[in-house]
Structure formats: C-alpha cells, structure tokens
C-alpha cells in the first residue's frame, strides 16, 4: 500500500513538473510580450509628439506665408484701382509665394496606441494635412492660370478697335479681390481647424507620456463592461462622436491656451 502511494506521489510529481514549467514559461512570455508592448506604445507616442510638433510649426508658417502674400495681393489691388489713365492696361502681379508641404507622417494613423480619442483625431489630423498641401498647389495653379488669363485678355482687348483699359483693370482687380478671399476663407476653414486638431492631439499626447498616463486614460476612455451587453456595444459606445466630444471639452482650455502661445511666437517671428 505504501509503494502504491508512493508510485502515486512520483507519478503526480513527475506531471506537475512540466506542468509548472509550461505555466512559468506562460507568464514569462506574457510579461516579456507586455514589456514589449508597452515599449512599443511609448514609441510611438514618442513620434506622435515629434510629427505632431512639426506638422504644427509648418501649418503656421503656411498660414504665415498665405496671409502676407494676401496682404500684398490687395496692396496690388489697392494700387491697379489707383490707376486713372485711360490708355493704361493692368499686368503687375507678384509672386505667389514658395511653401513646402506640411509635414504628415504617413504611419501615424496605424499607430497602436489604445486610445480611441488620440488614433480617430490622427485620421482626421492626416486628411487634414494632405487637404491642405494639394490645396496649395492648387491655389498657386489657379494663381497663375488668373496671371496667364489676364496676359490674354490684355492682348486681344489690344487688337479690338476701341479698347477699354479701365474696364480691364477693373475686373483684373475684381479677380484678384475673389482670389485672396478665396484665400482667406481657405485659412478659416481649414488651416484654423487643422491648427486646433493637431493642437489636440499634442496635448492628449503629452497626457498620456507622463507617468500617470495610464490613470489619465482610464479617467477620459474607460468603460465598464457591466454596463453595456456585450463588447461591440461597448465599443460602439467608446468610438461614437459623443464621446470624443467630451474630451475635447476636457481639455479646452489647455488647447486653447497651447495656440494662444503659438499665436503670440509666430507674431513675433514675424515681426524680427
């Protein structure tokens, strides 16, 4: 009877050996896979702050670079009106000026950052930026298309046996006049709204790259299961605008304050 027990005790011990083995093995690979993870996150939380920094210091310069070539575009419209000649036909122009694209990193959107808030305000923040970039070039394709046509009209009201100067350098002012509020329209809704969805997402950002990151999650994203049925209710609770909304609300005043700051160095760049 007791050598069976003892059979026993080394056959169970023999099994739970490599039992033991398999479960320890378990947990290192899931803590090696967590560690991982999380360094994976930081990372790229890391180049969201770096891309994100410079895709905004390039959109003012844009801006920047739109509202003074506006400036000068009425200055020109201010100066062609000016004009009482009645033999003198309009072809001063200035150039349009030279703005490199806004900065996009293109990998940004598939970045596994668990936050709902911050992945949806990238997506928006990339189309944004790419909207932005073939806006200008095609606002300096229709700038210059508006120079070639006016080059054209100059040159067959010539040839008409009674030209009209004062009528062509009052719809050469008329255009010009349409396209710099194209310009500015263009500003307001688009580079304005650029300019608060990137701010938002560096601010969020900065939140969760500080040690409490994880906390500051959990308080503006976390739900509860038990409130919800089951998990696709949950998420389309977590990912509707609703809910986006309330953290933009959140941190307003942070975001507001941030372009405020912004705001003030790129008037002072401007002024040096």
Known sequence: MEASI????????????PFFAVILSAIVFLIKSANESKKEREEFLRRIEISITRSLDDTFKTRVKLQYFVLRLRNLITEIRAVTDDHYFSLKSINYP???DIYRDIDAPNFKVKSYYLHNKLLWADAVIKEINEAVVSLKNDFSE???KNE?????????QKPNPAQQR???AGNLESFASAIDEFIKKFIGPGIEIMTQIKIYNEHLRKKHGYWFLRKHEGTK??????????KRFARNFDSLDHIDKAIQKEVETAIKDAEDRAVKLSQN
Request: glycine share 4%.
């Open 152 to 160: 054209l009209y100059v040159i067959l009201m010539k040839q008409n």
């Open 146 to 148: 508006l120079q070639r």
């Open 98 to 100: 030279t703005i490199r």
């Open 170 to 172: 009052a719809e050469y």
């Open 225 to 234: 299961l038990k409130y919800f049925r089951n998990r696709a209710e949950q």
């Open 6 to 17: 003892k059979e026993w005790q080394t056959l169970i011990g023999s099994a739970l050996g």
